[in-house]
């Protein structure tokens, strides 16, 4: 017996139908009581539209209005696939056409859907307001809620009309953004209707109102803020003033009538932010007002903006006049003195209106955005089309397109960026249809994201689809960079095959120079010579220059970054894993290009450690090894040349700097703040001291054939005492030694001058790295005391002669290489002389204080801005380090939690101990740092130490851009160094000298 078969239930029908909601759906259906044998043509319908059950919804409630609509879908599949077309992307319009069931007859199958030209939308939106069209300044009939309620009511019959062509792909993405910009123009004439009924002296003025932005470059989307300027002109016999009163009134009174609520809500708003001034400037100007502010104030942006200026509605000459006059201007800005630094501050301003939880999300201002690619086209643009007419083109895709008919960018990179632009563009229409609200964001939701998928043809796998092909687009978008400034770059010096789309020499040279290029012929070479050639390491530069150039170009110095990328790929270039890491670690290449962008010192470094690159990939790889780990690898790489004192030490300088490297590329990273910047620098030199130590005793035990006879000890002192060493410091240190039993102190004092002058001649030897210099100036008597004393003739010393510079010296005092034990005895030695148990009597904190006052009238190098020296300037180093100085010897004796090397624990310890305030140990703290910074940046920058903010106008930027301040912001470097260091100054003041 045969089986029966099943009856499939309504539910599972809708369900294999792509219902998401079966129940409700069948429901629904059920609902609108269709004749059984037309239900196959009205699920067809359905089942075609992007979203099934959103169209099913607005079909169910207009039939509960209209109960003729379904009859009339079914017996028209033309009004059916319009209507439910929009009803499935739309649940805004289909609100509309259920709140205006007659407007689905402007989707029937009889009425053709042809495109509306931009008069014909003007006068049917001025009937709507009751004006006349064929009056030069028409005016509404009416000016009340039910005039505005007209106006929405027709503009989105239109809009009704150009969803339906978009939706079924009638309408190219151009033809849409055009009709909407169209549209919105036609929308602005009405409101400005409006508005001159309501001031009966309207004719005294004339008002052209300006479109910006995507309404000016007829790339509207469906909901957008419509960006306008407003340019008025007295008429005959009005005074200049009363006219820009009345313009401004008539320019409020139309917004007014876009952005009101009503019934029908709202149109959208108008945007007139983009002003001469912005908000804070007047609404509206005269043409001659424009011309000054434009000729005087303007900033690039500005210019940028006007890119896209066109009359749109009201004194439509009056608005040419005025884009006449600015594209005169726009096309010159390239030129401009700060051309680059106003790029820059463009990009952080795009960059800062992204919310962080939204980024990724972001269709708009997102990485891989549709301002990523507007922006670049329209800096290529301002760029190269002051010498080239056929690029001034308002909309991004003409002038993608024609950028690359010119050769500015090659035919598949442009290709390919119209093609992302224009799914971009589709998704956002998508989005903004949905409710017709303005967003950009990509919904979550996964119901959403199918009817995206199903909006743009997928039906297999909407979802995966949809998601796949926009982030590949994204992805594209966001190396816009490389795809539309550098790679042509490339093309311009190298024999590629794509010499159609090279750049001339010149065209090359001005967009690097646009970039921040400052020798943009000497960066062509660097290129040439980079990417020229048929070898496999010229072709993976030819991969990697150009995302790096545009690194470069965000860095402080790209001429630098470029020059030092040169350099050391000519020394690693033959190495496998250098290119081949570049390649494949993007954060390796990028860290590289900021760093050699940014600092001299660590170029200087790579090329001779350009294995370090290979630290760069991870923030971690950059954190400072453990001075135990390092002194153990300096040990064994000095074990390695027995009797070879030089080839030691020379091993052990190429440790040093490779971790020179690592900390400043931490430090630049913004992985270490200023402190632990002074504690790696102090403990790699401690460590550089001690294999150099052990090389030297090697060779003087090797030269007496015989171990040393005492032990020794080297004393750090100053800033490598406190660990707060700078890039540039030096090594303040004391040799103490101690004969061991039964040696004659003679032979063991020989023996430990030629230990202590071998160490200095072996650190002093010429070498490609920043040295590390010997200075003992700080023992007993100076430079005319012996430069090696045994412990026991420190104390007599010490306990006999010592001043109380000496004592305040020993503050600093450290064991830092040699005999542990004999170092710990030194400064059991010299605590009672720096921590007194009952502090350094008065006489002894006069001359101290003397001591300082002399230091300050005779120290200071000739010419030396006081405000700006970072060390013996007012507020700096030297003064903050002297008052807990001050603090250590007249209570550090009683007080054990003062007895540290380091000045920012002394000023803590001294806050806990109720020595100091919070607010003074903040001030001098925030000195002490700032000058420390700056020092270090200064080092980094200009590859050579100084201890004055400099007065080189580019030098002090450079220094400022690595400090983190905005790249035109280096005024704002020395107003801060002074704020902070004039506050320090006076506690200083204050607490040290007791005024």
């Excluded at 009340?144 to 009638?170: C, P, S």
């Excluded at 003033?241 to 409020?252: F, P, Y």
């Excluded at 620098?681 to 005492?710: C, F, H, W, Y």
Aim: glycine share 8%; hydrophobic share 45%; aromatic share 6%.
């Amino acid at each position: 017996m045969s089986a029966v078969p099943r009856m499939e239930t309504t539910e599972g029908r809708m369900a294999r139908l792509g219902f998401a909601d079966a129940a409700r759906a069948g429901r629904l259906f059920g609902e609108l009581g269709t004749p059984a044998e037309r239900e196959g043509g009205l699920l067809d319908l359905l089942v075609a539209t992007a979203d099934p059950d959103l169209a099913l919804t607005s079909l169910n409630r207009l039939a509960e209005r209209d109960g003729e609509a379904v009859g009339a879908l079914v017996a028209d599949p033309v009004l059916g696939a319009r209507l439910l077309g929009v009803f499935g992307v739309s649940a805004a319009l289909g609100d509309h056409v259920v709140r205006h069931p007659e407007h689905r007859h402007l989707l029937d199958g009889t009425r053709e859907l042809r495109r509306p030209t931009a008069p014909e939308l003007r006068e049917e939106l001025l009937r709507a307001v009751g004006a006349d069209p064929g009056d030069p300044e028409p005016r509404a009939a009416a000016t009340g809620t039910e005039t505005l309620v007209a106006l929405r009511v027709a503009y989105r019959a239109r809009l009704l009309r150009l969803a339906a062509r978009d939706v079924l792909g009638q309408a190219s993405l151009a033809e849409v953004t055009s009709e909407l910009s169209d549209l919105a123009g036609a929308a602005l004439e009405a409101a400005l209707a409006v508005a001159r009924a309501e001031h009966p002296g309207a004719g005294a003025v004339r008002l052209a109102v300006i479109g910006m932005g995507k309404c000016g470059a007829r790339e509207l989307n469906y909901i957008s803020d419509v960006d306008v300027v407003f340019v008025a002109e007295p008429g005959e016999g009005t005074e200049e003033s009363d006219a820009i009163r009345l313009a401004t009134r008539l320019a409020q009174g139309m917004m007014r009538v876009c952005s009101a609520n009503t019934p029908e809500g709202a149109l959208w708003e108008v945007d007139a932010a983009l002003r001469p001034e912005g908000r804070s400037g007047p609404l509206v100007r005269t043409l001659a007002s424009h011309r000054a502010y434009y000729h005087r104030w303007a900033k690039t942006w500005e210019f940028q903006a006007l890119l896209k200026a066109r009359p749109i509605a009201g004194d439509l000459e009056l608005g040419e006049q005025y884009v006449s006059m600015t594209n005169e201007m726009v096309w010159q800005a390239a030129t401009r003195e700060r051309f680059v630094e106003d790029v820059q501050a463009m990009r952080r301003r795009v960059e800062a209106h992204v919310r962080g939880d939204e980024a990724e999300r972001q269709l708009k201002l997102g990485p891989g955005g549709l301002r990523d690619i507007e922006f670049a086209v329209q800096l290529l643009q301002l760029v190269h089309g002051r010498l080239d007419p056929l690029l001034r083109r308002r909309a991004t895709l003409p002038a993608l397109a024609a950028l690359s008919r010119g050769g500015y960018v090659g035919r598949d990179d442009a290709k390919a960026l119209a093609e992302a632009y224009t799914f971009l563009r589709r998704v956002e229409h998508l989005i903004q249809l949905h409710r017709l609200r303005r967003t950009h964001v990509v919904p979550e939701g996964e119901g959403d994201l199918r009817r995206l998928g199903r909006g743009l043809g997928m039906t297999v796998d909407p979802v995966g689809e949809f998601t796949t092909r926009w982030r590949r687009h994204a992805m594209e978008a966001r190396r816009l960079h490389e795809k539309l400034f550098y790679r042509p770059l490339l093309q311009a010096v190298a024999r590629l095959p794509e010499s159609e789309d090279r750049l001339s020499t010149s065209a090359a040279q001005a967009r690097l120079e646009a970039l921040g290029y400052a020798d943009p012929a000497g960066a062509l070479r660097h290129i040439s010579a980079l990417t020229s050639g048929v070898s496999r390491r010229a072709a993976i530069q030819r991969t990697l220059l150009p995302v790096m150039l545009g690194w470069f170009a965000d860095a402080p110095d790209p001429d630098a970054g470029l020059l030092g990328f040169r350099q050391v790929s000519d020394k690693l270039g033959s190495t496998p894993w250098y290119l081949r890491l570049l390649r494949d670690e993007t954060a390796v290449a990028s860290r590289l290009a900021r760093l050699l962008g940014t600092s001299r010192y660590v170029t200087g470094l790579l090329l001779h450690a350009p294995e370090a690159v290979a630290m760069f990939g991870s923030d971690t790889d950059l954190a400072p090894r453990p001075p135990e780990a390092l002194l153990a690898e300096a040990r064994a790489t000095v074990g390695r040349y027995p009797g070879e004192a030089e080839s030691a030490v020379a091993a052990a300088r190429g440790l040093r700097r490779r971790e020179l490297v690592r900390t400043a590329a931490a430090d630049l990273s913004g992985l270490l703040d200023v402190e632990r910047v002074g504690q790696a620098l102090s403990a790699l030199n401690d460590v550089t001291l001690q294999a150099a130590l052990d090389a030297a005793i090697g060779k003087v035990e090797m030269e007496r054939r015989t171990p040393l006879p005492t032990r020794f000890a080297v004393i750090a002192m100053g800033r490598l005492g406190g660990l707060e060493c700078s890039y540039g410091s030096d090594a303040d240190v004391m040799f103490v030694h101690s004969p061991l039993e039964g040696v004659v102190e003679r032979e063991a004092t020989e023996a430990a001058f030629a230990v202590a002058n071998e160490l200095r001649r072996l650190l002093a030897l010429p070498a490609p790295d920043p040295p590390l210099l010997i200075d003992p100036d700080l023992r007993p008597e100076g430079r005319q005391g012996p430069l090696v004393r045994t412990l026991a003739s420190y104390a007599a010393y010490y306990g006999r002669w010592s001043s109380p510079w000496e004592s305040q010296a020993l503050l600093r005092a450290r064991f830092s290489a040699g005999d542990a034990d004999l170092g710990a005895e030194f400064l059991a030695v010299a605590d009672p002389l720096r921590y007194p148990a009952k502090g350094i009597p008065d006489d002894a904190v006069l001359q101290i204080r003397k001591l300082k006052a002399r230091m300050e009238a005779e120290r200071l190098p000739r010419g030396a801005d006081p405000a700006l020296h970072t060390k013996l300037g007012r507020g700096g180093l030297s003064d903050v380090e002297w008052v807990a100085q001050l603090l250590q010897l007249r209570h550090a004796g009683p007080l054990p939690s003062l007895r540290t090397t380091r000045t920012l624990e002394t000023l803590r310890a001294a806050v806990a101990e109720g020595l100091l305030s919070e607010t003074d140990e903040t001030a001098l703290a925030a000195a002490w740092r700032l000058a420390s910074r700056v020092r270090d940046a200064i080092m980094l920058v200009r590859g050579r130490a100084a201890d004055s903010i400099p007065v080189d106008v580019r030098e002090r930027a450079l220094i400022s851009r690595t400090l983190g301040y905005p790249p035109d912001d280096s005024g704002d470097l020395v107003e801060d160094y002074r704020r902070v260091t004039r506050r320090a100054r006076l506690v200083m003041e204050r607490v040290f000298y007791g005024e």
